[in-house]
């Protein structure tokens, strides 16, 4: 299986900035790969500003730490100023954790695409794994996709919509959602636009 050592060095290949020995990937003897009270969520959102590689790294740094303290794992990818993001873990930390993500004012419209219980994790070595779909010019890595499909290979009932969403958003960025749920999506972005413009002249 491939698996780089530190999942916020490598987006597609490219190294962004030398090794930080502080930050490590999730470690799975501290939260069980099952658990009765486990549940995970995807959104969607956009970014309010051009998102450059340190607005990455730094948004990476502080998901990692976070993430590792509350036992919840994940992925972020990111697309043509479009996020979307699995998160899992147990209720109450995961309640935490996506109450921080939604007041981050790197992002707006965010939209819940999925919600749920589920019965083991997808993501139990990553407290935030990442991928860039087209970001910056840099090349698609053939690993990270052998890595990342490996991950949803063979996912269980419950996990696999969320796994569809992510793999066609994976593939193809925003423009994968369906219909129902990108309208979904583009009314909330709107509508939260429309409100941050509004403030914004007061």
Known sequence: MFKVDKPWLRFNAVILH???LDIAPF?????????????????????????????????????????QTEGVTGLLLYASGSFMQYLEGPQ????????VIKADPLHYGVVDLLRGPVGARLFRDWSMAFHLVDGFGQAAS??????FYECVAGAASD?????????????????SLPPVLSAQADER???????RFDRGRR
């Open 18 to 20: 030398p090794p930080r």
């Open 27 to 67: 470690n799975a003897h501290r939260c069980p790969v099952s658990t009765p009270q486990l549940f995970s969520l995807v959104y969607i959102s956009t970014a309010a500003r051009r998102v450059g590689l340190n607005d990455i790294e730094h948004l990476l740094v502080s998901a990692q730490r976070r993430n």
């Open 92 to 99: 109450a930390n995961l309640a935490r954790v996506y109450a």
């Open 142 to 147: 053939t690993a990270q996709d052998e890595w």
């Open 159 to 175: 996990t696999a919509p969320a796994c569809r969403l992510l793999t066609n958003f994976w593939q193809r960025g925003r423009g």
């Open 189 to 195: 972005t709107k509508l939260d636009k429309r409100g």
